[in-house]
T-cell receptor
Framework: EAQVTQNPRYLITVTGKKLTVTCSQNMNHEYMSWYRQDPGLGLRQIYYSMNVEVTDKGDVPEGYKVSRKEKRNFPLILESPSPNQTSLYFC?????????????FGPGTRLTVT | ELKVEQNPLFLSMQEGKNYTIYCNYSTTSDRLYWYRQDPGKSLESLFV?????AVKQEGRLMASLDTKARLSTLHITAAVHDLSATYFCAVSVQGAQKLVFGQGTRLTINP
């Protein structure tokens, strides 16, 4: 089954404790992206990757890091989480963003930073 | 900077009625997406609109794109309760690999 998986689905942590949210897709997609969803703001793009070792900032990259060492994986790293990073996070992938192709979204990770 | 605005943000309607959600964007773009999100769930792709005048329909939902007006509409015909969800439009930034989302429209359809 074609899918995007994220882990963990729920995470409560404390300020400053490094964490990683994993994202994996099994569709051989080139493009992967991370979004955060906050009430009233829709989804905002954090980082995206067009291929292995190619990443770039979205609209809200501060406080986040990503890496793309393998095509299927695109982890999101919070080196020193803060309460304003409490949010619902989605990973997404598509064949190419420029193609007439939909994006497939993962199930989401709800992060709470206290 | 590309801005995407949806209206209304909240919509409560009766079953059987028709209504339209609007998505306005501020700069030239080459594609527009509509997504559906059920409470506590992920986003599900509904439509991808690629050119001026594009119209796509799936069941009771129809989406259209007017690139000159920088406007997309999502029309709901004879609404049914199962269509209750939050609907997002998203616009790609021309020449870049980014998507910018609207705030979302929370649609509640009452029996």
């Amino acid at each position: 089954e074609a899918q995007v998986t994220q882990n963990p689905r729920y995470l409560i942590t404390v300020t400053g404790k490094k964490l990683t949210v994993t994202c994996s897709q099994n569709m051989n997609h080139e493009y992967m992206s991370w979004y955060r969803q906050d009430p009233g703001l829709g989804l905002r793009q954090i980082y995206y990757s067009m291929n292995v070792e190619v990443t770039d900032k979205g609209d809200v990259p501060e406080g986040y890091k990503v890496s793309r060492k393998e095509k299927r994986n695109f982890p999101l790293i919070l080196e020193s989480p803060s309460p304003n990073q409490t949010s619902l996070y989605f990973c997404a992938s598509s064949l190419f963003l420029a193609a007439p192709d939909e994006q497939y979204f993962g199930p989401g990770t709800r992060l709470t930073v206290t | 900077e590309l801005k995407v605005e949806q209206n209304p943000l909240f919509l409560s309607m009766q079953e059987g009625k028709n209504y339209t959600i609007y998505c306005n964007y501020s700069t030239t773009s080459d594609r527009l997406y509509w997504y559906r999100q059920d409470p506590g769930k992920s986003l599900e792709s509904l439509f991808v609109l690629l050119s001026n005048g594009a119209v796509k329909q799936e069941g009771r939902l129809m989406a259209s794109l007017d690139t000159k007006a920088r406007l997309s509409t999502l029309h709901i015909t004879a609404a049914v309760h199962d269509l209750s969800a939050t609907y997002f439009c998203a616009v790609s930034v021309q020449g870049a690999q980014k998507l910018v989302f609207g705030q979302g429209t929370r649609l509640t359809i009452n029996p």
